[in-house]
Every structure is written in structure tokens, then in C-alpha cells.
């Protein structure tokens, strides 16, 4: 089976909806449709291994929920890992738009919704920043061991200090870089980019929206139905 692409636009406005649904629907009947329709849309796109990771993480997180439910006095924790758990599937979804799309395609789809540049540009560097993070991250941690320096949590808040302070200083010297990055490519420029990415709405894209509202909609009558 070919993958099949998906406009990145369709998985902005799905993970935009589907967390609000919860407010109007049956939080169990919307938990089991995302779950089925995010399954679904991994296999569409080929994603197999991240569906695989997707569904242990998933299950891990429901066996957690059942055990701390059966014991007295950790309900508290059972209900705290459910809300977890029901943002699963979006999560799974958004980390496709992390790790599927460059920031190229991300401009190219997200100017056709005729937005304003700003937003644009503020979702973009939001989105690539969080696998950029992780990279950042994994520095630190590799530096910390070299100098035989590790966590403990005798001394958290010291610890703590160790990872987020050399972060924090990253964090400024990658806001400089992506910025004279965007700068040189023409971001801040008032006409229309051109690109090589031309991300247009698909037959398929139309397709997953529509089946994403159908289900939506199904959800609307099973709540007057109980």
C-alpha cells in the first residue's frame, strides 16, 4: 500500500477541534473515535512504526489508569492519567507535523489559509522548535555526563538548574539564528513567497475532514441517545 500524503493544514485544524469536542460529547465515545481515526490516518500515511509506539504508549498509560483506580487513596492519580490519555491520540497526531514536515512546507501550507504572516511565522518556528528542543536536550544531558555530573533527586532544584539554565541560554542563541535565517530568506518580505512545496487541498484531504466531521457528528448523537 502507497503512503499517502496529507496536507498539513488537515492536522492543524483536526488537533484544533478535537481536544474542544471533549466539552460537547462523550468524553468515552470521543476517546474510542480518535483513537480509531488517528490509528487510521497513521496507517494512510504509512507511519507504521510510529502507530506501534503509539498503541503501547496508549496501553501502558490505560493499564496505569486501571491499577491506580482499584487502589483507595490514588483514585486522584487514575483521574489525572485519564485526561492524559484522552489527549493521546492528538498528541500522536501533532507529532507528525514535528517530524513529517519541513518548515518550508509548513510556510507553503499555511499562507493558503491567508492568515497573517505573523501567525504564520509564530506556528512555523513553534512546531520545528520541539525536535530542535529534544536535539538541544539530548546535548545537555551528554555534556553533563562527560563532567560526571547527574541527577538526584537529594538535591532536585541543583539538578534541575544543571539542564534548564544551559537550555535557556540555547534558547536565545537559536531565537538570533532562525531569525537572520528567516531574514535571508525573504520572511519579513510584504509579497507572496513562492515555494518549491506547493501544498494544496487534495481529493484525500477533503476526504479525512469530511470523515473527521462525520465522526464528530456521530458523537453528537450518541450523546442524545444515552
Known amino acids: 500500500m502507497k503512503a499517502v500524503k496529507i496536507n498539513p493544514i488537515v492536522l492543524i485544524i483536526i488537533n484544533i477541534i478535537a481536544p474542544s469536542m471533549y466539552i460537547f460529547m462523550s468524553g468515552k465515545y470521543l476517546q474510542i473515535y480518535l ?9 494512510l ?11 503501547v504508549v496508549y496501553a501502558l ?3 496505569l489508569y486501571y491499577l491506580t483506580m482499584q487502589s483507595k487513596g490514588t483514585e486522584f492519580l487514575g483521574l489525572f492519567i485519564i485526561v492524559i490519555v484522552q489527549s493521546v491520540p492528538c498528541i500522536a497526531l501533532a ?9 518550508a512546507q509548513l510556510l507553503s501550507a499555511l499562507e493558503t489559509m491567508h492568515i497573517p504572516r505573523v501567525l504564520v511565522v509564530a506556528v512555523t518556528i513553534t512546531l520545528k522548535y520541539i525536535p530542535t528542543f529534544r536535539r538541544e536536550f539530548s546535548y545537555i544531558t551528554e555534556s553533563m555526563r562527560l563532567r560526571g555530573i547527574g541527577f538526584t533527586w537529594k538535591q532536585p532544584v541543583k539538578s534541575f538548574q544543571y539542564f534548564i539554565v544551559p537550555q535557556l541560554f540555547r534558547c536565545a542563541a537559536l531565537a538570533e539564528e532562525v531569525t537572520a535565517a528567516g531574514l535571508v530568506k525573504g520572511i519579513d518580505a510584504p509579497m507572496r513567497r513562492t515555494s518549491y512545496y506547493e ?5 484525500i484531504d477533503a476526504l479525512v475532514l469530511i470523515v473527521f466531521v462525520a465522526g464528530l457528528a456521530g458523537g453528537f448523537v450518541w450523546k442524545q441517545m444515552l
Open 35 to 43: 483513537l480509531a481515526f488517528a490509528s487510521a490516518l497513521f496507517i
Open 45 to 55: 500515511m504509512g507511519r507504521f512504526k510510529r502507530l506501534a509506539g503509539f498503541w
Open 61 to 63: 498509560m490505560m493499564g
Open 95 to 103: 507529532t507528525i507535523l514535528v517530524t513529517k514536515y519541513n518548515s
Open 199 to 203: 501544498e494544496k487541498v487534495t481529493f
